[in-house]
C-alpha cells in the first residue's frame, strides 16, 4: 500500500476494503504507473487498459450486482482514487464512468438501460461520460441551448456540448438538454437524456489541447438531428433535470476533494524525498530551516485536510452529506491542492519546473481542481447563502 510522509489508510477501512486498496494499488503501480507520460502525450487511455481494469474489478465497483457491477460501496470508489492519485495514475478517470455518470444510470435509469450498458461498462468494453457545459454556458447551465424536440416515439437532438471529459472516447453520453415546446418556466429547466455515440448526428470535435490532465480526452460534441427513443430520458419525466443533478452532485464534489487530498500526499512525499537527496551549500535542502518549515506547514495542513475529507466520506456512506459540507470540500481541497503543489514545486527549484519531474505534472493537472465540478467561486456562493 502506497503510504506517504502524511498519508495514513482512512479508519472507515475495514478487512475487506483493505484488501481491495491493495489490488488496486497493485493494478496501479504494475499497470499505469509506468505509462502515465505515454498516455498524456497520445491524450487518452488505451481501450486494453480499460479492458484490464474491468478485469480487475475497478469499473462500476459501486454499481448493483445483479447488472454487472460490484455491488460495493462509495467507499470503494474512494480507494480507487486514492490509490490512483498517490500513485500518479489520476490521468485515468475511470472516476467518471464509475462514480459520476454511472450513479445516473443505476439510481435513475430504466430496467432496459441498466441491463444493456452497466455490463459494458463494467467490462471496459463502454466508457460514459457526461456533457453539460457548453462553449456559451458552464456555471449556470439554465443557460443551455442544446435542445430536444419530441417526435412520436424520439427527441431529436440538436446542439454543441464542450469540455466533456473522456468526451473523445466516449460510447455512450448523459447530454443535457431542454426540451423544446414547454411553458418558459420550462424552457429554464433541464432534461438529461442518453445518448450512444454511434447514433446518427452524432459527431466529436477537436480533442482540446489543455495544460493538463492530457490524457482526459477532453472533447466539443455536436448533436445535429440526433434520433434518441423516450425511454433515453433519464427519470422519464420532462424536466426534471436539475433535481436529478442534485442527487449526485454532492459525490462529484467529494470525488474532486478525494483527488485533491491524494495529490496533496503524493506531493508532500516526492517533495520531502527529493528534498533528502538534493544538496546545497554542503547539506541536504532539507536540512534548511525554511525546508522543515514550508514542509511541516504542508503536512499540518495535509493532516486538517485529511480529518476533514475523510469525516465527509463517512457522511457520505450514512446518505448524510449536505450540499454546503460539499461545497466546502470541494473548494477547501482544491485550494489547499493548489498551495501546497506550488510549495512544493518551489522546494524542486528549476527541475520543478521541468515536465519529466513529476511534481510539475501535478501543478498543471492541479489547476483545473478550482473550475470544475462547479468553480470555487460558485461553491462560496454555495456556502455563503447558508449562513
Ligand atoms: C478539464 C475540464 C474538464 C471538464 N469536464 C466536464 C465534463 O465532463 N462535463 C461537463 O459538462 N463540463 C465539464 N467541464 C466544464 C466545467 O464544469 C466548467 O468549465 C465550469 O463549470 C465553469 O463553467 P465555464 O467554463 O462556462 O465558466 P463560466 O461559467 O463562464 O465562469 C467564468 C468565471 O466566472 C465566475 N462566475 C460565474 N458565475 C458566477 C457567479 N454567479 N458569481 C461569481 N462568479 C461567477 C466563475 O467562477 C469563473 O471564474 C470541464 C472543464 C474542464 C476545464
Given at each position: 500500500m502506497s503510504e506517504s510522509n502524511t498519508y495514513v489508510i482512512p479508519d472507515y477501512y475495514d478487512e475487506n476494503l483493505r484488501i481491495f486498496r491493495s489490488a488496486v494499488d497493485r493494478f496501479a503501480e504494475k499497470e499505469c504507473a509506468p505509462h502515465t507520460e505515454e498516455w498524456r502525450r497520445e491524450g487518452e487511455i488505451p481501450r486494453s487498459?480499460?479492458?484490464?481494469?474491468?478485469?480487475?474489478?475497478?469499473?462500476?465497483?459501486?454499481?448493483?450486482?445483479?447488472?454487472?457491477?460490484?455491488?460495493?460501496?462509495?467507499?470503494?470508489?474512494?480507494?480507487?482514487?486514492?490509490?490512483?492519485?498517490?500513485?500518479?495514475?489520476?490521468?485515468?478517470v475511470l472516476c467518471v464512468p464509475n462514480a459520476v455518470f454511472g450513479p445516473y444510470l443505476f439510481s435513475l435509469g430504466t430496467e432496459a438501460q441498466k441491463r444493456e450498458w452497466i455490463p459494458k461498462l463494467a467490462a471496459g468494453e463502454w466508457i460514459g461520460a457526461i456533457a453539460m457545459s457548453e462553449p456559451n454556458t458552464g456555471s449556470d447551465l439554465r443557460g443551455i441551448k442544446t435542445t430536444a424536440v419530441r417526435d412520436g416515439n424520439n427527441y431529436i437532438i440538436n446542439g454543441q456540448k464542450t469540455f466533456t471529459t473522456l468526451g473523445y472516447v466516449a460510447d455512450i453520453l448523459m447530454v443535457a438538454c431542454r426540451v423544446e415546446g414547454r411553458t418558459e418556466i420550462d424552457k429554464s429547466s433541464v432534461s438529461l437524456f442518453f445518448v450512444e455515440a454511434d447514433s446518427p448526428g452524432f459527431s466529436r470535435g477537436r480533442k482540446l489541447d489543455k495544460m493538463g490532465l492530457e490524457a482526459h480526452s477532453t472533447a466539443e460534441l455536436f448533436f445535429e438531428d440526433v434520433r434518441v427513443p423516450t425511454d433515453h430520458l433519464l427519470g422519464g419525466a420532462e424536466g426534471q433535470g436539475f433535481a436529478h443533478l442534485m442527487t449526485n452532485l454532492n459525490q462529484e464534489r467529494l470525488i474532486v476533494a478525494l483527488e485533491a487530498m491524494a495529490m496533496i500526499d503524493r506531493a508532500i512525499r516526492e517533495t520531502t524525498n527529493y528534498v533528502k537527496e538534493r544538496k546545497a551549500f554542503g547539506q541536504p535542502i532539507f536540512d534548511f530551516q525554511n525546508t522543515q518549515f514550508v514542509l511541516a506547514d504542508c503536512a499540518a495542513k495535509a493532516t486538517a485536510a485529511r480529518a476533514f475529507v475523510d469525516a465527509c466520506v463517512k457522511r457520505h456512506l450514512s446518505d448524510d452529506l449536505?450540499?454546503?459540507?460539499?461545497?466546502?470540500?470541494?473548494?477547501?481541497?482544491?485550494?489547499?491542492?493548489?498551495?501546497?503543489?506550488?510549495?512544493?514545486?518551489?522546494?524542486?527549484?528549476?527541475?520543478?519546473?521541468?515536465?519529466?519531474?513529476?511534481?510539475?505534472?501535478?501543478?498543471?493537472?492541479?489547476?483545473v481542481s478550482r473550475i470544475y465540478g462547479g468553480t470555487n467561486e460558485i461553491m462560496k456562493l454555495i456556502i455563503a447563502r447558508s449562513m
Amino acid at each position: 500500500m502506497s503510504e506517504s510522509n502524511t498519508y495514513v489508510i482512512p479508519d472507515y477501512y475495514d478487512e475487506n476494503l483493505r484488501i481491495f486498496r491493495s489490488a488496486v494499488d497493485r493494478f496501479a503501480e504494475k499497470e499505469c504507473a509506468p505509462h502515465t507520460e505515454e498516455w498524456r502525450r497520445e491524450g487518452e487511455i488505451p481501450r486494453s487498459i480499460w479492458r484490464k481494469a474491468g478485469e480487475a474489478g475497478l469499473l462500476m465497483a459501486s454499481a448493483p450486482e445483479e447488472y454487472g457491477g460490484g455491488g460495493a460501496s462509495f467507499a470503494y470508489e474512494a480507494a480507487i482514487i486514492e490509490s490512483f492519485g498517490l500513485c500518479g495514475v489520476h490521468q485515468f478517470v475511470l472516476c467518471v464512468p464509475n462514480a459520476v455518470f454511472g450513479p445516473y444510470l443505476f439510481s435513475l435509469g430504466t430496467e432496459a438501460q441498466k441491463r444493456e450498458w452497466i455490463p459494458k461498462l463494467a467490462a471496459g468494453e463502454w466508457i460514459g461520460a457526461i456533457a453539460m457545459s457548453e462553449p456559451n454556458t458552464g456555471s449556470d447551465l439554465r443557460g443551455i441551448k442544446t435542445t430536444a424536440v419530441r417526435d412520436g416515439n424520439n427527441y431529436i437532438i440538436n446542439g454543441q456540448k464542450t469540455f466533456t471529459t473522456l468526451g473523445y472516447v466516449a460510447d455512450i453520453l448523459m447530454v443535457a438538454c431542454r426540451v423544446e415546446g414547454r411553458t418558459e418556466i420550462d424552457k429554464s429547466s433541464v432534461s438529461l437524456f442518453f445518448v450512444e455515440a454511434d447514433s446518427p448526428g452524432f459527431s466529436r470535435g477537436r480533442k482540446l489541447d489543455k495544460m493538463g490532465l492530457e490524457a482526459h480526452s477532453t472533447a466539443e460534441l455536436f448533436f445535429e438531428d440526433v434520433r434518441v427513443p423516450t425511454d433515453h430520458l433519464l427519470g422519464g419525466a420532462e424536466g426534471q433535470g436539475f433535481a436529478h443533478l442534485m442527487t449526485n452532485l454532492n459525490q462529484e464534489r467529494l470525488i474532486v476533494a478525494l483527488e485533491a487530498m491524494a495529490m496533496i500526499d503524493r506531493a508532500i512525499r516526492e517533495t520531502t524525498n527529493y528534498v533528502k537527496e538534493r544538496k546545497a551549500f554542503g547539506q541536504p535542502i532539507f536540512d534548511f530551516q525554511n525546508t522543515q518549515f514550508v514542509l511541516a506547514d504542508c503536512a499540518a495542513k495535509a493532516t486538517a485536510a485529511r480529518a476533514f475529507v475523510d469525516a465527509c466520506v463517512k457522511r457520505h456512506l450514512s446518505d448524510d452529506l449536505d450540499a454546503v459540507t460539499a461545497a466546502k470540500a470541494k473548494y477547501w481541497l482544491s485550494e489547499l491542492q493548489g498551495e501546497i503543489i506550488d510549495k512544493c514545486l518551489q522546494l524542486f527549484g528549476g527541475y520543478g519546473y521541468i515536465n519529466e519531474y513529476p511534481i510539475s505534472g501535478m501543478y498543471r493537472d492541479a489547476r483545473v481542481s478550482r473550475i470544475y465540478g462547479g468553480t470555487n467561486e460558485i461553491m462560496k456562493l454555495i456556502i455563503a447563502r447558508s449562513m
